[in-house]
């Protein structure tokens, strides 16, 4: 079951950055970043599913910058929910290589997954209000600032897991 919907995630890395920008550029490096997360996933390997999951979402700013301010907010939250997806799922499978695992520990996994994106989705929609909010500064956010904010965004998401994966001994 988690390979099926690691290989989902890996795909929604594939394809969320051509969504937003349909270079043929932007199109490959999804596609290649795709397959890294995918190969991750299988081998596992982490550090392939990060460097894959970094590729995808430096595409992603990279397309973010010939959008319309607010026109990727739901291609966003599938970045972030599809980015959580994979490295959780990496991770997991790394840990339990090669151990019997029971049905109950699967659900658990998954249930935990399932309550992470659920609040990463929560705060993509409260994130998806900011645009409105937007028109109450008195400057507009540039356009070169959205994929920096963006980056950022991700980063802070890595720095996380790096010391989730941490505490966890």
């Known amino acids: 079951m988690h390979d099926r919907i690691g290989a989902l995630a890996a795909g929604l890395l594939a394809v969320l950055p051509a969504m937003v920008d349909s270079d043929p550029r932007i199109v490959a490096a999804g596609a290649l970043a795709g397959l890294a997360c995918f190969a991750g996933l299988v081998l596992p390997s982490?550090?392939?599913?990060?460097?894959?999951?970094?590729?995808?979402?430096?595409?992603?700013?990279?397309?973010?910058?010939?959008?319309?301010?607010?026109?990727?907010?739901?291609?966003?939250?599938?970045?972030?929910?599809?980015?959580?997806?994979?490295?959780?799922?990496?991770?997991?499978?790394?840990?339990?290589?090669?151990?019997?695992?029971?049905?109950?520990?699967?659900?658990?996994q998954l249930g935990a997954l399932a309550t992470s994106l659920a609040i990463g989705i929560a705060v993509g929609g409260a994130a998806a209000a900011l645009p409105g909010a937007a028109g109450l500064l008195p400057v507009a956010p540039d356009t070169m600032l959205r994929p920096v904010l963006a980056a950022a965004g991700g980063l802070h998401v890595y720095a996380a897991a790096a010391w989730a994966l941490t505490c966890r001994g």
Request: charged residues 10%; positive net charge; glycine residues 12%.
């Open 46 to 108: 982490l550090g392939m599913a990060t460097a894959g999951a970094v590729v995808s979402l430096l595409m992603f700013a990279v397309a973010l910058i010939a959008t319309p301010s607010g026109a990727a907010v739901p291609e966003a939250v599938a970045m972030g929910a599809a980015l959580l997806t994979i490295l959780d799922l990496t991770d997991y499978r790394r840990r339990v290589r090669g151990a019997w695992v029971g049905p109950g520990v699967l659900a658990a």
